[in-house]
């Protein structure tokens, strides 16, 4: 994922500002990597999944993302955990297991 | 995967987010999903107009954006009147010949909040003029994102945070307002309801919406953990338990013609939708019961519409 | 040639933003601006003018479509006057802070309540700190040549804010007056095409009106304050482009026979040309008078004030609007903030008249002359004089 940092108010002076307040970069909030949200993290059990992508289009936070292989994976700098992905899973083939402490 | 599309089921859904990841919508969030969906539904030629609320406010802190597509946010009540604005002037500049023609879709995004109370006249006065745009109610039945406050559209026995359930209340004390019947009534060609549970019914909706030629209002419910208080991973869930039990049934009414998509053939009670909510949670069985009978009687109302003004029931996806 | 026709200021600026081509009008109809939205709904009825004509169902809609158009680069239009810019007020302050160049007349008119069609400048004065452009209009002819200069410098690239032109509710609006009309040739070189820069496009998204959390909010606000200040460069620059085309010239501030007077009397809107016949008439008696009209409101034209009052004795603020439980008149309040750093200033004296519609004749203006001398000979501890309100005020201190 890419790892650029999160343009944040307190890095600008006055000058800085845009005419309007316009932002002119599409999605730069994307920098923000919510991932360290999560008290939980999926975990995948490539042995069940079918590949039917529901968990991929059901994550609020489009956090799980193809993989080449055509699983379905979440992306850990996004995935805030809610566990929705584990719940409609037509084959239980993910299951939510605790963030460790670092 | 093929190309720039994921096949789910028999469908094929873009890839591309139009709202980044790393957004500050809640865990779990109901909207965050049904926003993402109908983005998908949407594509990137579009303006949105977008109500103060959860949603704008999850994806636009200064000086950054999770926008991938052109979006503008004024004020809380007046989004209707804003995508009037910019549909009027886009035809006109087009049509003067300022700007080269191209096919863009106005859109309207606004919670409940922002359109059943502070924004009806707005939406009223926008369908009044038949103005062509789309007009989406993510509808998490409360002002959420400022504390949970009631609005028209909390549904009656919810527990929010100036309708609270106490020794002396039950929350809120008036049935949801019917915001999908306050369109009809304006005679639009295009009105209907989704849920994130149905998440392809959601974007046909959506995209039908957009591709009326006219003003369209589809009103999506969007369950909400935690002014809801349900766990966050039963969001899916409740968007389906919501169409099963019959609480937030989906239909379409297009040109006056009602048609309902998903009609189970045994509604299940509404308890099981209700149990999961901690904003329920004081709900006595005679109050559950009440519930129960007005959700069926509506729902009779509503099949009645279905057999009266044509159009036949339709299996959802 | 231009044509000479006798025209409400209302129909006026509706002729001027026709002239300036606009591309979309989102209007609420409110006396006594009325006459401004039916006579564009007309042109636009009868192909007069190509524009979109939004009837809305409310001021606070009005301005609001004007957003959404204004957004995508459409050259907009609107208008409204006293309860209908206080039902918009809070969009008025997001058009200026999101930098749309929207232009809006201003038929004045007294707030409620009571309720009160008539004109005063209480509509104005609730909105001074709102970061619009505004001007005020003494005649028709003003009404038409300042909503043309506006949209000219509001559009302007180094602006991008919005204009607000005020013109006295009935007084201006519904009274005819002789108009020059220029040519369309000689409108569209003064007024080159909108090209607004930010316009919303799905070619290149971008994110309109995002939330300002607490470490950048202020830094906005500091930035539109900065932009609002140097706009004068191109209020000035476009006030003389305009006169290089069509023969008149504006100022912030205009002095009427003010040379070597003692006593100077500042008004806005059109009460200013009835206070001209009065000083011409003590004039023709040997008194050493002379008016101000102040034309340019925001940005207060600091420069050109003190300039203009260098020399008089004692200087009388007419206000049309009472700031309740404050210092009286709100422009009297200005005028003096303005002066209070000179080492040298003349006695500001405060009268407030005009409210509600209430007329002020030459010899009401002729008493204030005469009352605000003695004020400021004798010295008063009322904070502001009435002019033409039965009953005496007095001993109303703070």
């Known amino acids: 994922m890419a790892k650029k940092k999160l343009k944040v108010g307190s890095d600008l002076t006055w000058k800085d500002m845009e005419v309007g307040n316009i932002v002119r970069e599409a999605g730069s909030a994307s920098a923000r990597r919510t991932g360290d949200w999560r008290t939980e993290r999926p975990i995948l059990d490539k042995e069940k999944c079918t590949k039917c992508a529901l968990c991929w289009l059901d994550c609020p936070d489009a956090a799980i993302k193809p993989t080449a292989e055509g699983y379905y994976v979440a992306d850990l700098d996004y995935c805030k955990g809610c566990g929705i992905c584990a719940e409609i899973c037509p084959v239980k083939a993910i299951t939510m297991i605790e963030e460790e402490e670092k | ?317 | 040639m231009s044509k000479r026709v006798g025209l409400e200021a209302s129909h006026a600026a509706a002729e001027a933003a026709r002239m300036a081509d606009i591309d979309v009008t989102a209007a609420y109809p409110i006396t006594p601006q009325t006459h401004v939205p039916e006579r564009l709904a007309e042109m636009v009825a009868n192909g007069e003018l190509e524009a979109a004509y939004i009837p809305v169902e409310s001021e606070h809609s009005a301005l609001s479509a004007c957003l959404g158009s204004a957004a995508v680069g459409a050259r907009t239009f609107t208008a409204t006057a006293g309860q209908g810019l206080e039902l918009m007020h809070e969009v008025v302050y997001v058009a200026s802070s999101m930098r749309y160049p929207i232009v809006m007349t201003v038929a004045n008119r007294a707030l409620s309540a009571p309720l009160s069609v008539w004109g005063d400048h209480s509509d104005a004065m609730a909105v001074r700190d709102t970061g619009w452009i505004q001007v005020f209009c003494q005649n028709n002819q003003e009404t038409f040549d300042l909503t043309l200069w506006a949209f000219r410098v509001g559009e302007d690239p180094k602006v991008l804010l919005p204009v607000m032109v005020h013109f006295d509710g009935f007084s201006l609006s519904h009274v005819t007056e002789p108009v020059i009309l220029p040519e369309q040739e000689e409108v569209d070189r003064f007024l080159p095409k909108f090209q607004y820069p930010f316009a919303l496009n799905p070619d290149r998204p971008m994110t309109h009106g995002a939330f300002g959390p607490p470490d950048i909010y202020s830094e906005t606000k500091v930035a539109q304050e900065v932009a609002l200040r140097e706009s004068r460069d191109v209020i000035l620059q476009g006030w003389k482009e305009f006169g290089d085309i069509f023969g008149r010239y504006y100022k912030p501030v205009e002095s009427y026979k003010t040379e070597g007077a003692r006593l100077l009397v500042l008004t806005m809107g059109s009460f200013s040309e009835t206070a001209k016949v009065a000083v011409d008439t003590r004039k023709a008696k040997g008194e050493s008078v002379g008016l101000i009209n102040l034309r340019l409101w925001r940005p207060f034209p600091f420069q050109e004030l003190i300039e203009a009052v260098k020399g008089a004795e004692t200087l009388i603020v007419f206000d049309r609007c009472i700031s309740f439980g404050g210092p009286g008149g709100p422009v009297s309040s200005e005028v003096r903030s303005a002066l209070y750093n000179e080492k040298k200033r003349p006695v500001v004296v405060s009268f407030v008249g005009g409210l509600g519609g209430r007329d002020m004749s030459v010899k009401d203006f002729e008493y204030v002359i005469d009352r605000g001398r003695g004020v400021a000979e004798k010295g008063s501890k009322e904070l502001f004089e009435t002019v033409g309100i039965r009953g005496e005020v007095t001993g109303i201190r703070g």
């Open chain 2, 1 to 317: 995967m093929e190309g720039n599309f994921v096949k789910v089921g028999k469908n094929r859904v873009p890839l591309e987010e139009f709202v980044a990841e790393g957004h500050s919508f809640c865990t779990g969030c109901g909207e965050a999903l049904a926003l993402r969906l109908a983005c998908k539904a949407l594509g990137r030629n579009v303006i949105i107009a977008n109500a103060t609320g959860c949603i704008e406010i999850c994806t636009s802190p200064l000086p950054v954006t999770s926008w991938r597509v052109p979006w503008i946010h004024t004020l809380f009540e007046n989004t209707a009147a804003v995508s009037s604005g910019t549909e009027a002037a886009l035809k006109v500049l087009m049509k003067k010949g300022k700007m080269p023609q191209k096919d863009i879709t106005c859109v309207s995004v606004a919670g409940d909040g922002g359109t059943s109370d502070i924004g009806l006249q707005a939406l009223s006065g926008a369908l009044e003029r038949r103005h062509n745009f789309l007009y989406l109610c993510f509808d998490n039945e409360a002002y959420m994102n400022t504390g949970i406050q009631r609005s028209s559209a909390t549904p009656y026995g919810a527990s929010t945070t100036t309708a609270p359930a106490g020794k002396f209340s039950i929350g809120q004390t008036s049935w949801k307002k019917n915001l999908p019947e306050i369109a009809v009534a304006h005679s639009i060609p295009y009105v209907a309801t989704a849920s994130p549970g149905y998440p392809f019914d959601l974007m046909n909706k959506v995209k039908k919406g957009a591709e009326v030629n006219g003003p369209a209002y589809v009103h999506i419910l969007s369950p909400c953990p935690t002014g809801w208080r349900s766990p966050s991973n039963l969001s899916v869930k409740l968007g389906r338990l919501a169409v099963e039990t019959a609480i937030f049934p989906l239909y379409e009414v297009e040109n006056g013609r009602y048609k309902l998509n998903v009609d189970p053939p045994k509604l299940k009670p509404v308890e099981e939708y209700l149990k999961p909510q901690g904003r329920f949670r004081h709900l006595l069985e005679a109050e559950i019961k009440e519930i129960q009978q007005h959700v069926t009687e509506e729902y009779a109302r509503l099949k009645a519409k279905v057999a009266c003004f044509g159009g036949s029931t339709s299996s959802g996806n």
